[in-house]
Every structure is written in C-alpha cells, then in structure tokens.
T-cell receptor
Framework: DAGVIQSPRHEVTEMGQEVTLRCKPISGHDYLFWYRQTMMRGLELLIYFNNNVPIDDSGMPEDRFSAKMPNASFSTLKIQPSEPRDSAVYFC??????????????FGPGTRLTVL | KQEVTQIPAALSVPEGENLVLNCSFT??????LQWFRQDPGKGLTSLLL?????REQTSGRLNASLDKSSGRSTLYIAASQPGDSATYLCAVDNAGNMLTFGGGTRLMVKP
C-alpha cells in the first residue's frame, strides 16, 4: 500500500483565500484524523472520522475550518478565509478498525501551509 | 485535560551510547501510549505502542516502558547510531482515538 497520501505537499497562499487540503487514507482503514503541527502548540488533533462520519471536532479552532469525508477514500480540510496564524503543517492519519486504542495511527507526509 | 511533557527537549550524544527519553502525563486513565519518530519534513512513524495493561514493549534496539500509576513512560535506545537522529514524540490515548502529544525530544547522535 502507498500509505496515507496528502496533497498538496506545500501550499502558499494569501490571507483571505480559501485553502483546501486533501487526504487519501490507507485502503481499508475505518478511521481518519486531521492534525495540525506548529512550533508553539506542537501536534494537535483537529477532527476525526469513523466510517466517514465526523466523531469529534472539538479541536477545530474556528468556524473558518471545516472537514469532510464524502467517501472512504477521500477527505478534505478547508480553511476559508485563511489567516497568517493558520500557517502550520497539517497531517492526515488513518488507522484500521480495532479495539479502542488497540491500533496505531499511520501518518501522511503532511501539507506545509504558509499564509502570507 | 491530559497534559504530556517530554524531557529533555533536545539531546546530543556520541554514537554508541545508550540513552533514555522521558515522557510524563497527568491523567493516568489511558488506553495506550505510543512513541513516534519524526524526521525533518516528514510525517510520523510509529515505533512502539504500549497498551494500558502492559508494562513494556520492545522492538530491536528500542524498549518502551509504562508506569501508569506514576504517569510516566521511558523510551530506551540501545547502542545509538547516527541514523537514530530525529525527533521522538510521545502520545497518550485517553478517550479512544484521541491522541495528546508531548512536545518531543530532538535527538542528535554524532558519529
């Protein structure tokens, strides 16, 4: 398997623009996670899905952030409008169905977002 | 709210040394604890996962221990190599699937 695939790998945009990050999880994995990593706050969970359904979005910082998972092989994280403080590396991860806490998460390479 | 702390934040050692990375957490009601490795510009790679009922896990030169009652975990790396240079992250799963990460330990192993 190719692992978790994220696109784009790098994104530079101007404040106020809409940004869409994409993720393809590992085939057969039931869970999908979106994380954000910054120097100041480290790695933070934003939202996660189980079988395409959002389960917990308490980490989503503001209404400007939204995430969707229209099918088992694709998810998007959208920021509209973007702000400079959204600059970070955004990771997508997936894991297979298993006992709660029983399986590790597999991370994609990340998307480095810079908002000017 | 769970808080995870990793000490030291950075570590530089000569090749061949055995070393210990520390992780502490405030809420002991965990499902599991995981250690990840992150190389610059890359994603995270899982190294070891310790279930809440386990005391340790081993993989090659790596050994991770878990003491839930004291809220501590250690990652032991034997005979360190330059290829071990990376950032090591500890993550605690409290609520099933919701990982809380520590700030990481940046390790450099000098040849």
């Amino acid at each position: 398997d190719a692992g978790v695939i994220q696109s784009p790998r790098h994104e530079v945009t101007e404040m106020g623009q809409e940004v869409t990050l994409r993720c393809k999880p590992i085939s057969g994995h039931d869970y999908l996670f979106w994380y954000r990593q910054t120097m100041m706050r480290g790695l933070e969970l934003l939202i996660y899905f189980n079988n395409n359904v959002p389960i917990d979005d308490s980490g989503m910082p503001e209404d400007r952030f939204s995430a969707k998972m229209p099918n088992a092989s694709f998810s998007t994280l959208k920021i509209q409008p973007s702000e400079p403080r959204d600059s970070a590396v955004y990771f997508c991860a997936s894991r297979p169905r298993g006992g709660t806490g029983g399986d590790t998460q597999y991370f994609g390479p990340g998307t480095r977002l810079t908002v000017l | 709210k769970q808080e995870v702390t990793q000490i030291p934040a950075a570590l530089s050692v000569p090749e061949g040394e055995n070393l210990v990375l520390n992780c502490s957490f405030t809420d002991s009601a965990i499902y599991n604890l995981q250690w990840f490795r992150q190389d610059p510009g890359k994603g995270l790679t899982s190294l070891l996962l310790i279930q809440s009922s386990q005391r340790e896990q081993t993989s090659g030169r790596l050994n991770a221990s878990l003491d839930k009652s004291s809220g501590r975990s250690t990652l032991y790396i034997a005979a360190s190599q330059p290829g071990d240079s990376a950032t090591y992250l500890c993550a605690v799963d409290n609520a099933g699937n919701m990982l809380t990460f520590g700030g990481g330990t940046r390790l450099m192993v000098k040849p």
